[in-house]
């Protein structure tokens, strides 16, 4: 059936899913003079920019798109167990960028090389002829030895195996005040100080100047709320912690989301010569849904590997050793919401902030790590292991 598909044209890359990782793979192809002679096709249902989601990330150095960077905080604060823990940061710094400004950027430039051909169409599925991967669309199907995809699903992650499947949802909203409250140079990354209803549940607030900041309110559960309750929530916390009451502050923007948070191991293939990216890729960190930093470090080895006429890499995103203690935290997280806060609290309270990003960005090394594991509680780490014993014998 699938060798009667008709085939529209034939490129050399084929990119399905212009969001995160389409537009950095996009990027990084851009920037390579080796491929610039590569006849490349982007398709996605809608290329029109949105500002529609906030990219948080950390790094010390040599970030791409430096000039798109929204905001940047050198203080974060966590508050927890009725403390407020804050710390200036040395190594990092922690980053936002809004996808409407990267979207516009990394278009503009794909729009005006005269090798990348960009389609509006609903992608129906992937299939392989050969040494060819096709994409089936709405407008037609075409075909190409590499395809890179974030925008399905990969068929079998359903059935992949599977023992914790939580999500972190989120409604938050951009709001102006009349007043000056935030400190635009310190973002609150987690507030734990709040009324636990609904599961283990945080705030942030992100301030971009004195009256404008991003707030908001997040789980990891896996009940979704209505938007009601979301809300609620949120109306509440800016009377505790900020004193508004509505009618002195003004929603500029909303934004909500639900990122996965599992154990499972997502295949980094969707068929022959078509390559899971982003998301679908399994790219997302699973006990803290960041996943901006490691599309970047993907794309930038995807792009490495087409210089070199080199195998696409198929490595999972985490090495074993993190693969484990993400599962150990994941379990924790889906037990009570105290002992987690608990834990959130030992580790920034005990340890440099610097050193859990990097812990988190998965760049320490063992003894740092057993140091950070040394200054938490030990029962809950243990009962983990032993609950997850199947997976972290059989190779997580
Ligand atoms: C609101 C929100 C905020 C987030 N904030 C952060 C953050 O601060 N830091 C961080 O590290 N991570 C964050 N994440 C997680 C993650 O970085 C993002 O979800 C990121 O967008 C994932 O990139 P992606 O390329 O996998 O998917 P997406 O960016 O969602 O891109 C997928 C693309 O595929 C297209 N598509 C889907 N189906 C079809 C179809 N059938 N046909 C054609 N096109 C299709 C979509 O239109 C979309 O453009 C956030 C996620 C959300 C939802």
């Known amino acids: 059936m699938d060798n009667l598909l008709k085939i529209d044209k034939t490129y050399d890359i084929i990119i399905a899913g212009a969001g995160a990782s389409g537009l950095s793979l996009t990027w990084h192809l851009l920037q390579s003079e080796k491929l610039r ?61 809004r996808s409407v400004d990267y979207k516009k950027q990394i278009l503009q ?22 040494k060819y991967g096709v994409i089936r669309t709405d407008q037609g199907n075409f075909k190409a030895p590499y395809i890179f995809q974030s925008a399905l699903k990969p068929p079998g992650l359903s059935t992949a195996k599977s023992d ?9 909203w951009e709001i102006e005040t009349d007043n000056n409250l935030f400190d635009p140079d310190k973002a609150i990354f987690m507030d734990f100080d709040i009324p636990q209803l609904n599961g283990l549940s945080f705030f942030y607030t992100l301030p971009f100047t004195e009256n404008k900041a991003l707030i908001e309110y997040t789980l990891f559960s896996s009940n979704l709320l209505t938007d009601e309750e979301y809300e609620r929530e949120l109306i509440n916390y800016l009377n505790d912690k900020f004193g508004l009451t509505k009618g002195n502050y003004t929603i500029t923007r909303r934004e909500k ?27 997302t960190k699973p006990t803290t849904g960041y996943t901006f930093t490691r599309i970047q470090k993907h794309t930038m080895q995807i792009v490495k590997a087409l210089e070199s006429g080199s195998e696409i890499p198929e490595e999972e995103a985490s090495s074993y050793r993190f693969r484990v203690y993400d599962m150990m935290l994941l379990s924790i997280l889906d037990g009570y919401s105290e002992i987690s806060i608990q834990i959130f609290h030992d580790l920034f309270k005990n340890n440099h902030f610097d050193r859990i990003l990097q812990f988190l960005e998965e760049e320490t090394h063992l003894g740092q790590e057993l140091k950070i594991f040394s200054t938490l509680p030990y029962t809950p780490f243990f009962k983990a292991i032993w609950k997850m014993k199947h997976r972290i014998l059989t190779g997580a």
């Open 109 to 130: 430039q794909a729009e005006t090389a005269s090798n990348f051909t960009i389609l509006e169409a609903k992608i129906l599925g992937f299939t392989s002829e050969g």
């Open 164 to 172: 914790i499947s939580l999500s972190q949802h989120f409604l938050g």
């Open 37 to 97: 002679s590569k006849n490349v096709l982007i398709v996605d249902l809608n290329f029109t920019p949105l500002n529609d989601k906030t990219w948080c990330f950390w790094d010390d150095s040599n970030i791409p798109f430096e000039n798109l960077i929204y905001h940047t905080w050198n203080n974060l604060v966590v508050n927890a167990k009725s403390k407020e823990l804050s710390e200036d940061l040395q190594q990092y710094r922690y980053h936002c960028i």
């Open 257 to 283: 989301g639900n990122i996965p948070m599992e154990d499972r191991r997502y295949p980094s293939i969707y068929c022959n010569r078509v390559f899971n990216m982003g998301t679908a890729g399994g790219l």
